[in-house]
């Protein structure tokens, strides 16, 4: 790591954010806002989980998400429930609609993807790609292995 470690860190983010500006666009639009659509994804990667818990993995705080629950549960693309733990906790999971809408949603971004890079990249191109894709994870995963909140 030396003096370029700035333009390099520079260089790699405006890179990841013009990407994924691009998948944006090849969003379906589906009526949910972009909170809304990122809400439903963290509750598919969650599990059932609590509105403080997505709160937490969102950086956010629990009031500002329960408008966007109310909106994905009478949608029918999420659903709440008590805990049959503790009856005083609510959780939040994806419905079986909620699960065929991020599938098609990723679905189409990944056909996006995939038709870009064997239209514009070489064979060597894309080889590098996949080889850095592991260690993409590797530094999205960094903050979340620090807190202890990674999940698969």
Do not use: C, Y
């Not at 592991?134 to 903050?143: E, F, G, N, Q, S």
Request: hydrophobic share 40%.
């Amino acid at each position: 790591m030396g003096s370029n470690d700035t333009s390099a860190a520079t260089e790699l983010r405006e890179s990841m954010m013009a990407v994924t500006r691009q998948m944006r666009r090849h969003r379906p639009d589906h009526g949910l806002t972009r909170g809304q659509l990122e809400l439903l994804g963290e509750v598919s990667r969650a599990g059932s989980t609590t509105p403080a818990e997505l709160g937490a993995r969102l950086h956010v705080r629990v009031q500002s998400l329960t408008d966007g629950i109310n909106d994905l549960v009478s949608r029918g693309l999420a659903s709440r429930r008590a805990d049959d733990h503790d009856r005083r906790r609510q959780l939040i999971e994806l419905t079986p609609a909620g699960s065929a809408l991020l599938d098609a949603d990723r679905a189409e971004r990944d056909a996006w993807l995939q038709a870009t890079m064997r239209d514009t990249l070489s064979e060597l191109e894309f080889d590098l790609l996949m080889l850095v894709a592991p260690v993409l994870r590797k530094l999205a995963d960094a903050d979340a292995r620090a807190t202890g909140t990674i999940s698969a």
